[in-house]
């Protein structure tokens, strides 16, 4: 797109809609980050026409350095325009505006937020929207149409901290002249927050405070009368209510803010030091209108009462606190506690573990004791046996010589240290008690003969 003053800027993605027209992003034609937006609309629409024509009387930015400097402000919620220009779509004109890119804008957050800000917050928008009223009125201007959906977050670092107000599309020369109602000239503004003058077709100062007023008590939580009664379908219902609101707003105020009013922003504004404590007078349940203290007095009242509330925010943030670290001390000890059971219920398991493996290991030598004892009484009876075959087989065949016999009773010594190192305890037994009646009974009946041949034909080595 190409400016009136020749300058060429790209267009990116769409980023939003207005009652008029649509908005998006867009850059320098050799830039790569989209850090502006184009603003457009058709070009019979009006409110584009004088949001352009205001920007290029009012907002240059040396107008907007020369203000800060001159008011010692490092920041103002006001917006500059880098251009503007016409471009025809299917042979319609439209009209374009080039502005910075600023981040979102606060009716996010307070609709987020369960319809409700933070008090601190609220204060310090008002305070910027209070000098962005300043430079506008003192440029013959009101805004007339300021709401939380055109108040804009700054971007970069840092720069939330700043807001601007945005759309100035229902701008107007403000009156000097008498109050003189004049109802074709009625701004098609949001009815919710439109001011009594406006209402009857007057464009005012005071009637931008009185808009600043309404959002102040929305963005503090509390529902409009006028909303609540649901009744914006009709303005001159709307207009009465508002009306009989401001006829006697400290009393409307108190039902809406049963617990007090907030403080006004010059004091919350600043850091109080002292002390204070629960107990302390809340100022905001009297009438200070009726009030006969001086002005000290009363500002001494609102820093104590400011001290007031801060004590109780910090007691119900030292409770919260408290009560979570109880609960988690709690939760560590019952941890802890399972803890040292298991540890015990685990150190008796190795305890018993231990007994049964020193009861196993006394077994154990006790039954190679015993084996040893078997192996001994085994070797005696053989060698008895031993005494008692070689008198048998002297008896039966005196040819066979003492040799053989020698051989056969160690190849039968060893076959009985075998069983007795492999069989059980009681098979070894038996062995070990029968070997003589066993040896006697083969050579009785014939075994001489099977004996000799046993020997003759058998390897006497152990793994056979």
């Given at each position: 797109?190409?400016?009136?003053?020749?300058?060429?800027?790209?267009?990116?993605?769409?980023?939003?809609?207005?009652?008029?027209?649509?908005?998006?992003?867009?850059?320098?034609?050799?830039?790569?980050?989209?850090?502006?937006?184009?603003?457009?609309?058709?070009?019979?629409?009006?409110?584009?026409?004088?949001?352009?024509?205001?920007?290029?009387?009012?907002?240059?930015?040396?107008?907007?350095?020369?203000?800060?400097?001159?008011?010692?402000?490092?920041?103002?919620?006001?917006?500059?325009?880098?251009?503007?220009?016409?471009?025809?779509?299917?042979?319609?004109?439209?009209?374009?505006?080039?502005?910075?890119?600023?981040?979102?804008?606060?009716?996010?957050?307070?609709?987020?937020?369960?319809?409700?800000?933070?008090?601190?917050?609220?204060?310090?928008?008002?305070?910027?929207?209070?000098?962005?009223?300043?430079?506008?009125?003192?440029?013959?201007?009101?805004?007339?149409?300021?709401?939380?959906?055109?108040?804009?977050?700054?971007?970069?670092?840092?720069?939330?901290?700043?807001?601007?107000?945005?759309?100035?599309?229902?701008?107007?020369?403000?009156?000097?002249?008498?109050?003189?109602?004049?109802?074709?000239?009625?701004?098609?503004?949001?009815?919710?927050?439109?001011?009594?003058?406006?209402?009857?077709?007057?464009?005012?100062?005071?009637?931008?405070?009185?808009?600043?007023?309404?959002?102040?008590?929305?963005?503090?939580?509390?529902?409009?009368?006028?909303?609540?009664?649901?009744?914006?379908?009709?303005?001159?219902?709307?207009?009465?209510?508002?009306?009989?609101?401001?006829?006697?707003?400290?009393?409307?105020?108190?039902?809406?803010?049963?617990h007090g009013t907030p403080p006004p922003p010059?004091?919350?504004?600043?850091?109080?030091?002292?002390?204070?404590?629960?107990?302390?007078?809340?100022?905001?349940?009297?009438?200070?209108?009726?009030?006969?203290?001086?002005?000290?007095?009363?500002?001494?009242?609102?820093?104590?009462?400011?001290?007031?509330?801060?004590?109780?925010?910090?007691?119900?943030?030292?409770?919260?606190?408290?009560?979570?670290?109880?609960?988690?001390?709690?939760?560590?000890?019952?941890?802890?506690?399972?803890?040292?059971?298991?540890?015990?219920?685990?150190?008796?398991?190795?305890?018993?573990?231990?007994?049964?493996?020193?009861?196993?290991?006394?077994?154990?030598?006790?039954?190679?004791?015993?084996?040893?004892?078997?192996?001994?009484?085994?070797?005696?009876?053989?060698?008895?046996?031993?005494?008692?075959?070689?008198?048998?087989?002297?008896?039966?065949?005196?040819?066979?010589?003492?040799?053989?016999?020698?051989?056969?009773?160690?190849?039968?010594?060893?076959?009985?240290?075998?069983?007795?190192?492999?069989?059980?305890?009681?098979?070894?037994?038996?062995?070990?008690?029968?070997?003589?009646?066993?040896?006697?009974?083969?050579?009785?009946?014939?075994?001489?003969?099977?004996?000799?041949q046993f020997v003759e034909g058998t390897d006497?080595?152990?793994?056979?």
């Amino acid at each position: 797109m190409l400016t009136m003053s020749q300058s060429e800027w790209k267009i990116g993605a769409s980023i939003g809609l207005e009652g008029f027209g649509e908005i998006y992003t867009a850059s320098k034609r050799y830039e790569k980050n989209y850090d502006y937006v184009v603003k457009y609309e058709r070009g019979d629409n009006g409110p584009l026409f004088v949001e352009m024509h205001f920007y290029r009387r009012n907002t240059k930015l040396s107008d907007i350095n020369n203000f800060k400097q001159e008011k010692g402000l490092e920041n103002l919620g006001v917006t500059h325009m880098l251009g503007n220009g016409t471009f025809y779509i299917n042979d319609r004109k439209h009209r374009f505006i080039v502005l910075p890119r600023y981040d979102s804008d606060i009716n996010k957050h307070f609709l987020s937020n369960s319809r409700c800000l933070p008090e601190i917050t609220v204060y310090r928008i008002v305070l910027q929207m209070l000098d962005t009223y300043d430079f506008i009125h003192s440029s013959g201007y009101v805004d007339a149409n300021l709401k939380a959906s055109n108040i804009l977050l700054g971007n970069g670092k840092g720069g939330g901290d700043q807001t601007y107000l945005v759309d100035y599309g229902l701008a107007h020369h403000y009156t000097t002249e008498d109050f003189k109602p004049d109802p074709q000239k009625i701004p098609n503004g949001t009815i919710e927050y439109t001011s009594r003058d406006a209402h009857q077709g007057v464009l005012t100062r005071r009637g931008d405070f009185e808009i600043l007023g309404y959002n102040i008590i929305e963005w503090l939580g509390v529902e409009l009368p006028w909303i609540k009664d649901k009744i914006l379908a009709t303005p001159f219902k709307v207009q009465e209510a508002k009306e009989a609101f401001m006829m006697n707003v400290s009393v409307e105020l108190k039902e809406l803010f049963p617990h007090g009013t907030p403080p006004p922003p010059r004091i919350l504004a600043s850091e109080v030091t002292g002390e204070a404590s629960e107990s302390d007078e809340d100022v905001y349940d009297k009438n200070l209108e009726t009030a006969t203290e001086s002005k000290t007095n009363i500002d001494s009242l609102y820093k104590n009462n400011l001290l007031q509330r801060k004590l109780k925010t910090n007691v119900s943030i030292w409770r919260s606190l408290n009560s979570f670290v109880k609960s988690l001390v709690t939760t560590a000890s019952k941890q802890l506690l399972n803890t040292d059971q298991l540890l015990i219920k685990s150190q008796v398991t190795m305890q018993a573990v231990l007994s049964s493996l020193k009861l196993a290991e006394n077994n154990m030598k006790q039954l190679h004791d015993k084996c040893d004892d078997q192996r001994v009484k085994t070797r005696r009876n053989f060698e008895v046996s031993f005494r008692c075959g070689d008198c048998a087989i002297a008896s039966s065949s005196s040819s066979l010589s003492c040799e053989i016999i020698s051989r056969a009773v160690s190849i039968f010594s060893n076959v009985i240290e075998i069983l007795v190192e492999f069989f059980p305890f009681e098979a070894s037994s038996f062995v070990a008690n029968n070997t003589s009646a066993l040896l006697s009974s083969v050579l009785k009946s014939g075994g001489v003969k099977f004996l000799v041949q046993f020997v003759e034909g058998t390897d006497l080595s152990l793994s056979n």
